[in-house]
C-alpha cells in the first residue's frame, strides 16, 4: 500500500473528459459541413446547376397591350378636325365654329391629335392596322418573342346616340378582332369588352337583364378565345383563359362595377352589391389557381381607383373598389400584374396593404395602358411587356408611339403611307429602376410625396403620362395631388380627399 506521498498518476476527470469529446465531436460536424459544400460545389460546377440569375427583360418573352382602338368607318382625312357641338368630328362634317374666312385644321391620313390639344377624332382603321403591321414587325425582325396578346376593349367610336346601335356596335368589335386575327393568327389573344361597346353607352347587365344580344354574338365572334369560358361569358361577360401552362388569366367586365351604368343601381340608389355574379365568381378562380399553383393576370377594361382629375371622381364605385383591393390582397401572392386601358395614359398604381396609407406594405402593381385612338389629342400608341417565363411577374414595360404629325406630314409630301413608330419609354429606364416589382414602384411612389408639384421624379410620371408628344397642361399643386393620389389609393374616398389637399 501505497502513502499519501508517494507519486500516483494524474487520471482525467469525468468533466474534463466531457469536455475533450465535445471538441471532438464539434471539430466532427465543421469538417463534415466543409466537406459537404465542397462537394456540393464540385457537383454544381460539373452539371452547370447554381442559382437562376435575373433574367434580362431584353431577352425575355413578352406579350402585347392593345387598347380603346375606337376605330372610325367615316373618318375622312381633310375634313374639318372642329365641327361645332357634335360628339365626333373629322367626318367630313362642316365646321359649325369657323369663320367665313377662317382656313380650319384639316383631319390627316393617319388621325388628328398628338400636339396635346383637345380632339374630338377617332382613327381611320388604318391606323389601327399599321400598329398590328409595327408590332408584328418587332415579332419578326428582332429579338421581341411575343407569345400573346390582351386587348383591352374599346373597338367603338364616340358616336352619336343615333348611331350607337347594336349592330354598329357588333360592326366595330368584329372588325376589330378580325384586324388582330389578320396579323397574329397563331398567337393567343384575349380580349375584353370596352364601356362604348354596347347600348345604351356605359349600359351593362347579365345576359337576363337584357344584354343577351351582346353576349351570345361576342361568345360567337370570340369562341376560340373564350375556350371553355362560354357559360360565365354567357352571363355576364367575364371569363378566364390560360393562354400560357403556368398562367391564368382572368377578364372581368368592369363595366357591371362603373358609377355610369344605371342598370346596376338598386332601387335606394346604390350599387348592386355584386353585379352579376362577378365578384363570387372572381374569388372562386383566385382560389382555383392558388389550388394550382398558378400565377394570375387580370385585365380591366376600367383601371382600378381614381381617374387622376381635380374633381376626384372614380369611374368604379368605391365600395367595389374595396371589395376588389380586399381580394387583390388577399391573393397577392398569385395575382402579377393588373392590366388597364381606358384612359388613353401610360402609367402604373400601386396597391398598399391599407388602401392609400403608404407607409403600409405595397402587395401589387397595376398597369395603365395607352390607346390606339386619337381622342382627347393623343397619338397612337401601344405597349410591350417583358416577363418572367416561369414566375409571370412583370420585367418590363415599353411603349410604342406613332409620331402622328410626323407620319401625317410625310405620307401627304411623299405620296406614301410609311409611319414613324418608335418607343417613348422604357418603364425601367425611364425611373432608373432595378425592377418593376409593387416593392419597388411603391418605393418610387413614396420618393414623389414630397412637394408633388415641384418634385422631378413625379414630373417624370406625368411626362410620361400621355402619349402626345407636346407637353401636358402646366402642373398645379391641385393637378399634381390628383394624380399622386389616383397612384396609392383604389377606394377610399376619405383617404382620396385628405390626400389631395395635403402640402
Not at 355584386?274 to 363570387?280: I, L, R, T, V, Y
Request: proline share 7%.
Amino acid at each position: 500500500m501505497q502513502s499519501s506521498g508517494d507519486f500516483q498518476p494524474l487520471s482525467p476527470s469525468s468533466s474534463e473528459a466531457g469536455d475533450q469529446k465535445q471538441k471532438i465531436s464539434v471539430f466532427a460536424v465543421g469538417f463534415i459541413i466543409v466537406f459537404g459544400i465542397v462537394i456540393l460545389s464540385l457537383i454544381l460546377l460539373l452539371t452547370n446547376v447554381g442559382i437562376p440569375k435575373p433574367i434580362d427583360p431584353d431577352g425575355a418573352p413578352k406579350f402585347l397591350v392593345f387598347s380603346d382602338a375606337h376605330i372610325d368607318p367615316y373618318y375622312t382625312p381633310g375634313s374639318p378636325t372642329t365641327c361645332g357641338d357634335a360628339k365626333i368630328c373629322c367626318r367630313g362634317q362642316r365646321d359649325g365654329e369657323e369663320a367665313a374666312d377662317a382656313l380650319p385644321t384639316r383631319a390627316g391620313y393617319w388621325g388628328t391629335g398628338g400636339q396635346g390639344d383637345v380632339c374630338v377624332c377617332e382613327i381611320p382603321e388604318r391606323t389601327m392596322e399599321d400598329a398590328l403591321s409595327k408590332a408584328l414587325s418587332l415579332h419578326n425582325e428582332t429579338s421581341y418573342n411575343i407569345t400573346h396578346i390582351f386587348y383591352l376593349g374599346g373597338s367603338t367610336p364616340h358616336v352619336p346616340k343615333s348611331q350607337q346601335t347594336q349592330s354598329f356596335v357588333l360592326n366595330r368589335v368584329t372588325r376589330a378582332t378580325t384586324l388582330i386575327r389578320k396579323y397574329f393568327p397563331n398567337t393567343p389573344i384575349v380580349p375584353l369588352i370596352g364601356d362604348t361597346d354596347t347600348v345604351p353607352l356605359h349600359q351593362m347587365g347579365t345576359a337576363k337583364e337584357g344584354f343577351a344580344w351582346l353576349y351570345k354574338s361576342l361568345a360567337k365572334l370570340w369562341a376560340s378565345e373564350i375556350g371553355d369560358s362560354k357559360h360565365e361569358f354567357n352571363h355576364a361577360g367575364y371569363y378566364s383563359v390560360r393562354p400560357r401552362p403556368g398562367l391564368l388569366v382572368i377578364a372581368l367586365n368592369t363595366q357591371l362595377w362603373i358609377q355610369k351604368n344605371k342598370v346596376q343601381i338598386s332601387d335606394l340608389g346604390t350599387p348592386v352589391a355584386d353585379p352579376g355574379g362577378q365578384f363570387a365568381w372572381l374569388k372562386d378562380e383566385l382560389s382555383e389557381a392558388k389550388r394550382r399553383m398558378e400565377a394570375v393576370h387580370i385585365l380591366m377594361h376600367h383601371p382600378p381607383g381614381y381617374r387622376g382629375q381635380t374633381d376626384l371622381f372614380p369611374d368604379m364605385w368605391p365600395q367595389h373598389m374595396r371589395k376588389f383591393h380586399s381580394l387583390w390582397s388577399q391573393f397577392a401572392s398569385h395575382i402579377q400584374g393588373v392590366f388597364a386601358g381606358n384612359l388613353g395614359v401610360s402609367a402604373f398604381r400601386v396597391a398598399f396593404r391599407c388602401d392609400g396609407d403608404k407607409s403600409t406594405q405595397p402587395f401589387g402593381a397595376a398597369f395603365l395602358n395607352p390607346s390606339l385612338t386619337t381622342y382627347g389629342g393623343l397619338n397612337p400608341a401601344f405597349a410591350v411587356y417583358s416577363y418572367d417565363p416561369t414566375l409571370f411577374t412583370v420585367l418590363d414595360a415599353e411603349e410604342w408611339v406613332m409620331d402622328l404629325p410626323k407620319s401625317n406630314q410625310y405620307s401627304a409630301s411623299h405620296s406614301t403611307n410609311a409611319t414613324l413608330w418608335d418607343v417613348k419609354y422604357g418603364l425601367r429606364d425611364e425611373y432608373k429602376a432595378p425592377t418593376v416589382t409593387p416593392f419597388q414602384l411603391g418605393h418610387l411612389v413614396r420618393r414623389m410625396a414630397s412637394k408633388t408639384h415641384l418634385n422631378p421624379l413625379f414630373h417624370k410620371y406625368y411626362r410620361a403620362l400621355y402619349s402626345s408628344y407636346k407637353p401636358p397642361i402646366p402642373l398645379t399643386h391641385e393637378s399634381a395631388r390628383a394624380q399622386f393620389c389616383s397612384m396609392l389609393i383604389l377606394g377610399n374616398p376619405k383617404a382620396m380627399a385628405w390626400c389631395a389637399k395635403k402640402k
